[in-house]
């Protein structure tokens, strides 16, 4: 055997060392690279860019609590394209041992009703929405934020524009008929907002982060408002339900309720700041 020769083996050795060595980095930077991106709550999430929107109602329409209509700047921020769902939930409340809300469409639990698995999760409270979001790494948007996903740029009454309401575009002003009375999330694409953010009318009114105060417009920062900077019972409820009439699922109609309010006609969507967005490990 030649000098040549004698050197194969050790050069094979180092070969394959390296190859092995370059498989097990790549293994461990995909793994890295999904650990960091991981969602427990898998639904998609629309991105409403940064700029100015028109909240509120001129005065003398609308009520008075959307008064005065003014120029609201926000940054970046993303949220749920759809309401929380009855099997996204119900996930969270297996996973975290929290408290199961009542069933609205019969005696046992939620998983014991077939066929509502797409509806909008209802009878929540609003400490029951703050905490959901925080397990999925999000949290209750402001109402400055839901009412820019909702109508936009262009100061439009509806999602989808200054039409009057009709049943291809929101699900309202009904009577309960149990499991047939609510939408399946996502299912009237005529009614979506301009930034694609499906039922921003009717269907279930939605939980958001501030506290209510009627006359909070006239004073309220111009951007990133957070809501009042107070204490109290009351929380602010948007997008009108099931049960309202047309003039409740306007882009501006105010509602508000309890922290322990429950209902068949409440739920939530989350939102995520820009930063809060789980980022790829480098």
């Not at 001129?58 to 700047?73: H, K, L, S």
């Not at 299912?187 to 953010?197: A, E, I, N, Q, R």
Request: net charge negative; glycine share 8%; with cysteine.
């Amino acid at each position: 055997m030649t000098p040549r020769l004698r050197h194969y083996p050790t050069l094979l050795s180092r070969t394959t060392m390296a190859l092995v060595a370059a498989i097990a980095f790549i293994q461990w930077f995909a793994m890295d690279v999904l650990s960091a991106s991981k969602e427990v709550d898998l639904v998609p999430m629309v991105t409403i860019p940064a700029g100015e929107f028109l909240m509120g109602s001129p005065e003398g329409t609308g009520r008075a609590d959307e008064w005065p209509q003014r120029a609201v700047y926000l940054d970046a921020f993303l949220i749920d394209q759809v309401e929380v769902t009855n099997e996204r939930y119900m996930a969270f409340v297996k996973s975290t041992g929290h408290r199961p809300p009542p069933n609205p469409y019969g005696t046992g639990s939620l998983t014991s009703t077939n066929g509502i698995e797409q509806l909008p999760i209802v009878q929540t409270t609003w400490y029951d929405a703050k905490a959901y979001c925080a397990w999925a790494k999000k949290r209750l948007p402001t109402e400055a934020e839901w009412e820019k996903a909702a109508r936009g740029t262009d100061g439009r009454l509806y999602p989808w524009g200054n039409e009057p309401s009709t049943e291809k575009r929101a699900n309202f002003d009904r009577e309960w008929d149990e499991e047939h009375t609510l939408h399946v999330a996502g299912s009237l694409p005529d009614g979506d907002s301009p930034y694609g953010v499906h039922d921003m009318a009717g269907n279930v009114r939605e939980w958001v982060s501030d506290w209510y105060e009627p006359e909070y417009y006239k004073d309220a920062p111009y951007r990133n408002p957070p809501g009042p900077d107070k204490n109290g019972v009351v929380r602010s409820i948007r997008g009108g339900s099931w049960r309202s009439p047309a003039s409740d699922i306007t882009t501006t109609a105010r509602g508000r309720g309890g922290f322990a309010l429950q209902t068949h006609g409440t739920g939530f969507r989350c939102a995520r700041s820009l930063e809060q967005a789980p980022q790829p490990a480098h």
